[in-house]
Structure formats: C-alpha cells, structure tokens
C-alpha cells in the first residue's frame, strides 16, 4: 500500500494514500501529556480494599467432553489463601455455566470501585486454543469477559490495574524441552510515547498458565503447576518484589521446577512456560 510520511518535531508517522482515509491533510502527533507527571506506581492505599474473584470450574456438563478437573480445590485454597493475605477480599464461585460467567463479571462491573486499589480474577478451567475458556455447559472467549471491566464498561476501574490469572490448556501441543548450554543476554530498547488519554486495554495483565497453542499441566493431588507456583511466590515474595519481578520468578519455578513423569513415553518429561501478556503502565506493588 502506497503512504506519504508526514514529519513532526516528536517524531515520524504515515498517513495513507487513500481519498476515504479521514485524516489525508492532518498530522498526526503526540499528544501534550508529560509522563515524567504521572506516578510511576499504582496507587496501593492500604486504606481501600482490593477485590478478587476466583472462578473454580471443576465439573462439566456430558456435552463438552470436559473430565473433571481433579486438584483444583488445593489451587483455589491455596490462592485463595495467598490473596487475602494481599489484603484482598475474594469472591468465590465454583461451576458456573458460560451465561453465570457473563452475569458475574457483568455484577463485578456494575459494583461501585471507587474504595477499590486494583482487581484480581483467577480463572481454573479447562480451555482450547484462541483464548476460549470453558464454562461447564461451552467455551466462552476470554477478551469477551475482560471488556467488561474496561474503562467503557467499567469506568470506576479506569486507571487501576486489572489482572486476570488463567489456569486452562490453550490447546494440545506438547512441550518436550530442550537443553540448555549457554544463554545469550537479551537487551532490549524501550520508547515511551505519552498520551492524554488513556487505551481501553491500558492497566490489563493477563497471565496465562501455558503458552498459545499448548497443553496445562495439573496433579490431581497437589493441583497445576501455574498456581501452585504463583500462590507460592505471592505468598513469599508478594510485599517484596513489584509484580513483573513476581511473575518472572512464577515463570522461573514453573519451567525449572516442573516436569511431566508418567509411564506413558509420549507425555514424559514434558515441560511447561506460563505466558504473561502485559500493559500495565505502572509498578504494581501489593502489601500485607
């Protein structure tokens, strides 16, 4: 496609050669925000509350040809456990069908959050690729819950962190591992671009058990790697360590700590890597 470029004191941005495209005779610049104004941490006040909610499906209704999830009582406990020791309160609910899903993020969105520092969702399920989460009865689309605590759906949560921690398979693939000799150091270049206003999906983490495309592991007796992990590290480090530093090291434990050991060759010694998906804007550091 044919684009003319269009030079201002900030930087370089295109415009598009095309006689519909609304903004053929206007540049396109930054915004006249500073960011060296704007906290470089979330507000933590240990005077408000911070909410949480944890969706524990273990049961399946015959037409998903879901098993039952056995071990996620010891995951929802034990997180359950680390996030009120985070000073969270937590809402619990266990089997909610797909439309129960929609109803209690909907009753999360309409609460009043103004006393509220930030919002937790923990999510056990089972899951497929394209980010679809089982609810007992079918699959619903994650980002089709998470828009519903966005700035235009839930203005009270605009600029306060929103994180969302999936416990689920995001498809089938196997993850064998490989050996490792030498690790390079990886550097990388960061550019801030300030802005007035703030992106819908600005202040999201989302937090993903295991990488797209790829099986999560679970123990019907000590429950998933991915939560036992993070409830560990929460538990350990979470008044510590900001929360970027808190899931390299859950991502740490989960890939060095864990491996598959079954009598069936083609599920041994398999590996696993939780897959967090960050745009938060700010350090986020909880308290106890």
């Known amino acids: ?121 923990v999510i056990l399920s089972h899951g497929e690729d394209d980010n679809q989460i089982y609810g007992t009865d079918d699959l619903i689309n994650l980002d089709d819950l998470v828009e519903m605590l966005l700035p235009d759906s839930c203005p009270d949560l605009i600029g306060k962190p929103k994180l969302f921690f999936i416990q689920a398979c995001r498809g089938t693939k196997l993850d064998s591992g490989a050996v490792m000799h030498d690790a390079g150091d990886v550097r990388v270049k960061y550019h801030n671009i300030t802005s007035q206003k703030i992106p819908l999906w600005a202040d999201v983490l989302l937090a993903y058990s295991t990488v797209p495309g790829f099986y999560s592991y679970e123990n019907s007796t000590n429950g998933t790697w991915f939560i036992q992990s993070l409830a560990h590290i929460l538990e350990k480090d979470g008044d510590r360590l900001e929360l970027q530093q808190l899931m390299l090291s859950v991502n740490r434990m989960v890939a060095y700590e864990y491996e598959s050991k079954t009598r069936h060759s083609e599920i041994n010694e398999m590996k696993q890597v939780p897959c967090i998906v960050s745009m938060l804007t700010k350090e986020l550091h909880f308290y106890k």
């Open 1 to 121: 496609m044919d684009y003319t470029y269009t030079k201002t004191l900030e930087g370089v941005f295109f415009k598009e050669k095309d006689p519909d495209f609304p903004f053929q005779d206007e540049e396109m610049e930054f915004a006249g925000a500073c960011s060296e104004f704007v906290n470089t941490r979330y507000n933590m006040d240990r005077n408000r509350v911070n909410l949480a909610l944890i969706i524990n499906n273990v049961e399946f209704e015959e037409s998903t040809k879901m098993s039952k999830r056995q071990g996620s009582e010891r995951d929802a406990s034990a997180i359950k456990h680390t996030l009120e020791s985070l000073h969270f309160k937590v809402i619990e609910r266990k089997n909610l069908s797909v439309k129960s899903m929609k109803q209690i993020f909907y009753d999360i969105s309409a609460l009043d959050h103004g006393n509220h520092n930030c919002f937790v969702c």
